[in-house]
């Protein structure tokens, strides 16, 4: 089995072909213009996926085929720690539930009620307890976001504020300006629902703001 990278959906689709005996094709869009709009269109068309089929690409998200662990990394990091690691076949190991679609095409990306998840209301300081969950940041009043996340959001908006301190960073014009934020904490999200709640997130504003949050993608 490939390591996990420089493809993260190599291993899954290594399983999918060797043990499984699928054949693959493909089909291209080519973008001529900067990398924050080819990431965006990934996000449209793994959402609209989700939301056609009821879950997300077989090997979107990093996930594996039932009864396969994954590769671990290939760097000088895992090697030096003896980490390094190939992927195997083991009976237990299940792929993970996928999220149920929150693509959203009829409310705001500022609404309370977004995507129909537990959003808080939009304030500028900081968030008093360590939560998991997604979170969007904006400037004071706008309809449009700066940013969209996931993670443990107290850390992940403390980050953000520090690169807005930090000279030369791409996304130091978004976070050095007055920003407020909102949260929906999601203690029972698995990290890679996370990540596809954050997908269809960033596509409900890109299908209905026309644009990427500001910030999004220059990371």
């Given at each position: 089995?490939?390591?996990?990278?420089?493809?993260?959906?190599?291993?899954?689709?290594?399983?999918?072909?060797?043990?499984?005996?699928?054949?693959?094709?493909?089909?291209?869009?080519?973008?001529?213009?900067?990398?924050?709009?080819?990431?965006?269109?990934?996000?449209?068309?793994?959402?609209?996926?989700?939301?056609?089929?009821?879950?997300?690409?077989?090997?979107?998200?990093?996930?594996?085929?039932?009864?396969?662990?994954?590769?671990?990394?290939?760097?000088?990091?895992?090697?030096?720690?003896?980490?390094?690691?190939?992927?195997?076949?083991?009976?237990?190991?299940?792929?993970?539930?996928?999220?149920?679609?929150?693509?959203?095409?009829?409310?705001?990306?500022?609404?309370?009620?977004?995507?129909?998840?537990?959003?808080?209301?939009?304030?500028?300081?900081?968030?008093?307890?360590?939560?998991?969950?997604?979170?969007?940041?904006?400037?004071?009043?706008?309809?449009?976001?700066?940013?969209?996340?996931?993670?443990?959001?107290?850390?992940?908006?403390?980050?953000?504020?520090?690169?807005?301190?930090?000279?030369?960073?791409?996304?130091?014009?978004?976070?050095s300006q007055p920003l407020e934020s909102?949260?929906?904490?999601?203690?029972?999200?698995?990290?890679?629902?996370?990540?596809?709640?954050?997908?269809?997130?960033?596509?409900?504003?890109?299908?209905?703001?026309?644009?990427?949050?500001?910030?999004?993608?220059?990371?």
């Amino acid at each position: 089995m490939p390591y996990n990278d420089p493809h993260t959906a190599a291993p899954c689709l290594w399983v999918m072909r060797t043990a499984e005996g699928a054949t693959f094709e493909f089909s291209i869009a080519e973008f001529a213009r900067d990398v924050r709009e080819r990431k965006t269109a990934e996000c449209v068309v793994l959402s609209k996926h989700r939301a056609r089929f009821g879950r997300s690409p077989t090997a979107n998200f990093g996930r594996m085929p039932d009864g396969w662990v994954k590769s671990t990394g290939n760097n000088a990091a895992l090697v030096t720690a003896g980490r390094r690691a190939r992927g195997y076949q083991d009976a237990r190991a299940s792929r993970p539930a996928d999220h149920g679609s929150v693509l959203d095409l009829g409310r705001a990306p500022a609404a309370l009620d977004w995507a129909q998840l537990p959003w808080s209301s939009w304030i500028s300081r900081p968030v008093a307890e360590p939560m998991v969950g997604v979170y969007r940041i904006r400037r004071p009043g706008q309809a449009r976001l700066a940013y969209i996340g996931q993670g443990l959001i107290r850390a992940r908006l403390a980050a953000h504020a520090a690169k807005g301190q930090r000279g030369g960073h791409r996304q130091r014009a978004a976070f050095s300006q007055p920003l407020e934020s909102s949260w929906a904490g999601l203690p029972g999200c698995s990290p890679t629902q996370l990540l596809e709640i954050e997908c269809d997130l960033i596509a409900s504003h890109a299908l209905t703001s026309g644009i990427a949050p500001e910030a999004q993608f220059l990371g």
